[in-house]
């Protein structure tokens, strides 16, 4: 393959297989770990913002100032005619290093204040997550619950049933009831024509909530309930029409309540 002009330019790489220059920066670079010198810069600055730095401080000058002024001329190391030349260079070195370290501390602060808020943030923003499914479970719980029955409308309910059942049972018993002593009174009607065959009496039912009132054996008249006032009336009428058909009567014989009339053929 030919080379283009771009690629023989002097003083350029040709590609990654061609080594770096070896002119670079004799000097190492330093880098220091910004979490430990953070910390160690924290706490100096921590440490002058204290009473006990000041107090230190002030101990400092004032031995400073005592030792240059009134000690031995021989031992002192800082003038007193110059202004103590010494001591204000130190101090304002260490007013020099002082604000940086505390601007450094404060952007410390600041950078785990603003971790501190998006944690908080996202904190806030899982609680109203959470808060908002609670919210909507509660609501679907309590519709469930609203469409549940509850014990007083299974208590209506079942007394309503309940009453239904007491209704209808009555009713059937009443029914049943009637129908037997209308049988009896035609047993009785057929028993006592002449030439009737007498038949067997059917043997009735015992029920524990049977009827009311029955009929005695010497045709007494019976309690006052309305079944067995209907019974006796029956009886009455069928007792007049035997007597009257026996009699031989002209008049117009009343035949029985439940539509029965005489039988006219037993008695010829």
Do not use: H
């Not at 029955?149 to 209506?156: E, P």
């Amino acid at each position: 393959m030919t080379q283009t002009a771009r690629d023989l330019r002097p003083g350029r790489g040709t590609g990654l297989d061609t080594p770096l220059s070896s002119s670079g920066r004799r000097v190492p670079r330093l880098a220091p770990n910004p979490d430990a010198f953070g910390e160690a810069t924290e706490g100096i600055a921590r440490f002058m913002g204290t009473p006990q730095f000041l107090v230190w401080m002030t101990l400092f000058c004032a031995a400073w100032l005592g030792w240059n002024t009134f000690g031995p001329m021989e031992w002192r190391f800082d003038s007193a005619e110059l202004g103590f030349t010494a001591l204000t260079l130190m101090l304002s070195l260490q007013a020099s290093y002082a604000a940086p370290l505390l601007l450094l501390a404060q952007n410390r602060q600041d950078d785990r204040d603003k971790v501190a808020l998006r944690e908080d943030r996202d904190r806030a923003e899982r609680n109203l997550a959470d808060t908002e499914f609670l919210t909507r479970e509660i609501s679907g719980l309590r519709l469930a619950v609203q469409e549940v029955a509850t014990r007083d409308f299974v208590r209506g309910e079942l007394r309503g049933v309940q009453d239904d059942l007491k209704d209808d049972l009555r009713e059937a018993l009443r029914a049943e009831l009637r129908e037997e002593i209308r049988e009896e009174i035609r047993a009785e009607l057929r028993a006592g024509l002449p030439g009737a065959e007498a038949q067997p009496r059917k043997n009735k039912k015992t029920k524990g909530r049977g009827r009311d009132a029955r009929r005695g054996d010497g045709g007494a008249e019976p309690t006052t309930t309305t079944l067995a006032t209907l019974a006796a009336q029956e009886a009455r009428e069928a007792r007049e029409a035997r007597e009257a058909r026996e009699a031989g009567g002209s008049g117009p014989v009343t035949g029985p309540a439940d539509g029965a009339g005489p039988v006219d053929g037993g008695g010829r």
